[in-house]
Structure formats: structure tokens, C-alpha cells
């Protein structure tokens, strides 16, 4: 059984800088795809940036040149590093591992970007 297990969240000021992780434990050898999706009341989910397996990412309009996505396999860490945060990144944030036979999610951590 895959687990995803995120990093607390937290406030932080417009401008800021957040990395948050997500440990993934259980048998992973065979993903496709890494993840990170948000998403705000009333709103679907929807991705903010992912990693293939061979390592290309792909990041929404919204997060070009502001966030960074990678993974250490060593550690089967998954990260995304918000830069330039504003109050529109405000939202739950969910970790996704995608396997050809389904998704796991992690539990979701709050960012809130407020003064």
C-alpha cells in the first residue's frame, strides 16, 4: 500500500518563499507521475506541477517561474518550492503518485498567503 504523508503547511506573508514535502512510503517502483494539485473552496482540484518518471515537469500558467517541483528518490520525497507566493496561492495542497492501476493522494496541507 502507497502512503503520502505532506509537511504542516503554514502562513505566510505575499512575497514569501514555502517549500513543502511529501514522503511517499510503500512500493512506488512503477509510477508514472508525481504530483502537486491545490485546491480552494467551492473549486475543483487542479495541478499545480508534476514530475514524470524520467524526470520532465510540467508546471499550470499559474505557477511558471514561481514554483519548482523535484523528487530525491533516495529519500522518495516529493517537493515543491513556492516562490513569490500571493493571496491566490492560497489554497489546500495535495501530494498525487499516479500508477497505472490508480492515484493516491496525500491528507492536504493549508497554505495560507496573507499579511
Known amino acids: 500500500q502507497v502512503q503520502l504523508v505532506e509537511s504542516v503547511g503554514g502562513l505566510v506573508q505575499p512575497g514569501g518563499s514555502l517549500r513543502l514535502s511529501c514522503a511517499v512510503s510503500?512500493?512506488?517502483?512503477?509510477?508514472?507521475?508525481m504530483a502537486w494539485f491545490r485546491q480552494t473552496p467551492g473549486k475543483h482540484r487542479e495541478l499545480v506541477a508534476e514530475?514524470?518518471?524520467?524526470?520532465?515537469?510540467n508546471y499550470a500558467d499559474s505557477a511558471k517561474g514561481r514554483f519548482a517541483i523535484s523528487r530525491d528518490s533516495a529519500k522518495n520525497t516529493l517537493y515543491l518550492q513556492m516562490n513569490s507566493l500571493n493571496p491566490e496561492d492560497t489554497a489546500v495542497y495535495y501530494c498525487?503518485?499516479?500508477?497505472?492501476?490508480?492515484?493516491?493522494w496525500g491528507q492536504g496541507t493549508q497554505v495560507t498567503v496573507s499579511s
Open positions: 498525487n503518485v499516479a500508477f497505472m492501476s490508480g492515484n493516491y
Open positions: 514530475i514524470t518518471r524520467g524526470g520532465r515537469t
Open positions: 510503500g512500493s512506488i517502483f512503477c509510477f508514472l507521475r
